[in-house]
């Protein structure tokens, strides 16, 4: 099975916006800057996490990204379900009902072997993915990755985040 390159920047832009503080955002600009990505690119998949409600976009020139609920509650599976669509990536389309060696359909009743065989990967994977939380790999990153990788990626968050103003600090 192959995964968009979309799958990978969705999950590092999840990631990534796991560290901004509190109600700050990030510019898509600037995560697509982060990872060597054209923003034209990546807003496509902002948006399709935006959609799926793992971010929130707020608009305006402080606007931006961030997490639309908490890393612990964003999981792998969540991300690529976003990206990459619900439906499995294996689709039986019955092609052994098919070509010169066909019989009538009541041979067919039973299910595809194959079919059943590649859903039960398919239900194995998802449910690998759905065990890991993007907070664990920000914590796994912050105790095993790199320090000087972590620490560049500290500075980046702090200097591209965008604070936001909460509703009772408005002036009126």
Known sequence: MKLSEGVEAAIHCTA??????GNSTMPGAALAEAFG?????????LNQLTAARILESLPGPAGGYRLARA?????????VLAIEGREPAFR?????????????ASAYVKPCGINAAMLK??????????EVRISDIVAEYAA????????????????HQRPQKSASSKQI
């Open 121 to 130: 990967a398919e239900r194995a994977y998802r449910a690998a993915l759905a």
């Open 92 to 104: 039986c389309s019955e092609i052994r009902q098919r070509g010169p060696v066909k019989i009538g």
């Open 144 to 159: 095993e990755g790199d320090p000087r990788s972590y620490a560049a990626s500290c500075a980046f968050v702090e200097r």
């Open 37 to 45: 990505l054209s923003p034209s690119y990546l807003l496509k998949h």
């Open 16 to 21: 990534t916006l796991a560290s901004v503080d």
């Open 71 to 79: 890393a612990e509650q964003i999981t792998l599976l969540d991300v």
